[in-house]
């Protein structure tokens, strides 16, 4: 398909209506240039079910798996939501080799992709189109398969689920690994910037500066040194917004208990420590970078983080009465009224 979409036609050739979808794909025959392409791949996997062909099911030994380290999760001092979701999942009766096998399974699903993936590669190679072509890979989310002994995705922020795969691969890069915080909302202004477009009024910011130094050293405006990300539910509402800097991770559950996890000392995040009082600083300057990004961002949730948080009340935004949103609606014309 790719060599059919993207590749141009041979030169001295007409690749006409009643081509086949291997018609002027040969690698080796001269090309005419091709137009500016953009594809875009999008694999099910690897998702549960895990219904993968059998040799990739089986390519991971389940002995050799070693289990996260938050597969020490006791649930304590957490979210009551989390212990129900693995209920959910009946996860507290699966044996540890039950989880192994699970665990070889999804990566041999991961492997099943990345082999798919580089089927694509390849082709740009064959096409002559590899030193000309922008590729980008990532993921919508991670997935528990054990963590936290959990499964699928739910209302737990752990790492499992929001720090995922990025890769950026561009003509001319620097081959290295980037510490910023990026967002999927970057690989949208990414996309245009590509393109040549204009990323005004996009929230995120083109990735491709990353190519050659690293975003944290960007001179013309300051990278992101936190990031927020939102949560409203999955196979039944459930509100939560997180926040992260380098060190910590602030989790507001206006259900049940807040989160704070030192990454630096727990990066298993087994341990909340939001009512220890040796972090009450981190986690109010944390709420507060919070409240703010929300009220940026037009998220009504600050109103619960204004109420039920410690938002000092000189800084609180006083929210809009639903008498005030009623009042402040253009009035309606009564029938038949001229204008």
Known sequence: MLRDFAGGTPSGTDAGPDAGPDAGSDAGSARTPAAPFFLSCHFFGPHLPYLIPREWYDLVDPEGITLPGSFAETFRCKPLV???????????????????????????????????????????DELGLTDSTVVLFTADHGEFTGAHRLNDKGPAMYEDIYRIPALLAAPGQVARREDAFVSLLDFTST??????????????????????????????????REIVCEFHGHRFPYAQRM???????????????????????????????????????????LRLSLYRELIRRGDRFYQWLAFAGDIPAGLRLRPETALERFTAAPALASPGAKE
Do not use: C, M
Request: zero cysteines.
């Open 243 to 285: 926040i992260r800097d380098g060190r910590f991770k602030y989790i507001a559950n206006p259900e049940s208990l807040d989160e704070l996890y030192d990454l630096a000392i727990d990066p298993d995040e087994l341990y909340n420590v939001a009512s220890a009082p040796d972090y009450a600083e981190a986690l109010g300057d």
């Open 191 to 224: 996309f245009v910037d590509v393109a040549g477009g204009s990323g005004v009024g996009l929230r995120g910011r083109s990735l491709l500066p990353a190519t050659q130094s690293s975003l944290l050293a960007q001179p013309e405006e300051p990278w992101r």
């Open 82 to 124: 989390q212990q129900k979701y693995a209920e959910y999942w009946s996860t507290a009766s699966f044996t540890t080799v039950e989880w192994q096998k699970l665990t070889a399974a999804y990566w041999g699903y991961v492997a099943l992709i990345d082999h798919q993936i580089g089927r694509i590669l390849e082709a740009l």
